[in-house]
Nanobody, 121 residues
């Protein structure tokens, strides 16, 4: 069992940066791949980024490549999403997820409650 709690969302101007954190509870955090998804109003949830259990594998959506970075610290049971050069279209609720692997992230077993990111133009 893994519980996930996101933090770090907020309001930022276009071009700014935010770092989201997802703190996990449970002894098996380091055995899960972790991911970030987002959902904007009126749109379906979409994949943003994922990282393997070791941190050696990463995947990013094309829309955020070159701007977002995903990382994890297994000693702190935390995964991060560093978001730079933010655009208004990045506005969404961002969700953290845990899955057995990057390739199964869309079918993640565990989800956080979400954190709002709003980018003003």
């Amino acid at each position: 069992q893994v519980q996930l709690v996101e933090s770090g969302g907020g309001l930022v101007q276009a071009g700014g940066s935010l770092r989201l954190s997802c703190a996990a509870s449970g002894r098996t955090f380091s055995s899960y791949a972790m991911g970030w998804f987002r959902q904007a109003p009126g749109k379906e949830r979409e994949f943003v980024a994922a990282i393997s259990w070791s941190g050696g594998g990463r995947s990013l959506a094309d829309s955020v490549k070159g701007r977002f970075t995903i990382s994890r610290d297994n000693t702190k049971n935390t995964v991060y999403l560093q978001m730079n050069s933010l655009k208004p279209e990045d506005t969404a609720v961002y969700y953290c997820a845990a899955a057995p692997s990057i390739t199964t992230m869309s079918f993640a077993e565990y989800w956080g409650q979400g954190t709002q990111v709003t980018v003003s133009s």
